[in-house]
């Protein structure tokens, strides 16, 4: 693991686990930045382990959880994220470039929404499940409070 503060690898910030039969665990790992996206990132990983759990027949559910205290502040605001496109201070990044990380940025966002797997988000707050249509059986029973830790 990295110090805290430190910039961590991709791998590092997203974490996948079976930690049951039939259960996959996505865990943010950046608890020192209550958990926020770094864009891209993480965006790439995360999507990197969602579909990791898509193509496992096993995995019949997916559980989201944040390290620590927090399950995800949103996104972090200390790179910009067209920075991560090639922005460098002083300089004006083209259009297209801007306009294409970003695209690529909602388009991995969006295949959670597609997924065929039970996803839950294990959020203090609240939680919610959005049962895929495609499953005629019911999701196994997940405890949020047990899937924090």
Not at 35 to 47: C, H, S
Not at 76 to 81: G, I, S
Not at 135 to 146: E, K, Q
């Amino acid at each position: 693991m990295s110090v805290e503060g430190a910039e961590q690898a991709p791998e590092e910030m997203v974490l996948y686990d079976v930690p049951e039969p039939h259960i996959a665990k996505i865990t943010f790992n950046r608890p020192h930045r209550r958990n926020a996206i770094l864009t891209p990132d993480m965006n790439i990983e995360f999507a990197r382990k969602l579909q990791r759990a898509e193509d496992d027949d096993d995995i019949k559910v997916i559980i989201l959880a944040g390290a620590g205290e927090h399950f995800c502040s949103g996104e972090d605001v200390t790179r910009v994220p067209v920075e991560s496109f090639g922005l460098k201070k002083g300089q004006r990044l083209p259009q297209s470039r801007r306009i294409h990380g970003i695209q690529k940025i909602q388009e991995q966002s969006i295949s959670m929404l597609r997924s065929d797997k039970t996803i839950i988000a294990a959020a203090y707050a609240g939680v919610r499940v959005r049962k895929s249509p495609k499953s005629s059986s019911p999701a196994p029973r997940a405890d949020p409070v047990r899937w924090r830790k």
